[in-house]
Nanobody, 118 residues
C-alpha cells in the first residue's frame, strides 16, 4: 500500500492550497482516509478525514473546520484537502493517512510541507 501526497508549498496568509493523496493498493471505499499534520516542535495531530467517498462522513479538527474541506474520488482512489484562509499556524508537514474500517490496519504516506508565511 502506498499513499502519495502532493500539493504542499509556500502560501501567504489568507491564501489557499489543495493537497492530493493518491492511494494504491487499498481502496478508499472501505477506509477512513484523511490527513494529519505535524508542526515543528509539536506532536502530530488529526486534521480531517473522509469515510468512503461520501461527503456526509467527514470529520474535521476544530482548528480547521469551516476553512478546510475534504473530498474523495473513487475512480482515482484519491482524496483531496482544500485549505482556505490559511494562517501561519497551519504551517506543518501534512501526512496522508488511511485506516481500514474492518481491520483497523493503518497506513501512512510521506508528508508534504505546507508553509504559510508572508
Amino acid at each position: 500500500v502506498q499513499l502519495q501526497a502532493s500539493g504542499g508549498g509556500l502560501v501567504q496568509p489568507g491564501g489557499s492550497l489543495r493537497l492530493s493523496c493518491v492511494i494504491s493498493g487499498s481502496s478508499i471505499i472501505i477506509s477512513e482516509t484523511g490527513w494529519y499534520r505535524q508542526a515543528p516542535g509539536k506532536q502530530r495531530e488529526f486534521v480531517a478525514s473522509i469515510t468512503g467517498t461520501s461527503t456526509d462522513k467527514t470529520k474535521f479538527s476544530p482548528s480547521v473546520e469551516g476553512r478546510f474541506t475534504i473530498s474523495g474520488d473513487y475512480a482515482k482512489n484519491a482524496i483531496y484537502l482544500e485549505m482556505n484562509s490559511l494562517t501561519p499556524e497551519d504551517t506543518a508537514v501534512y501526512y496522508c493517512h488511511q485506516r481500514r474500517i474492518v481491520t483497523g490496519v493503518e497506513y501512512w504516506g510521506k508528508g508534504t510541507l505546507v508553509t504559510v508565511s508572508s
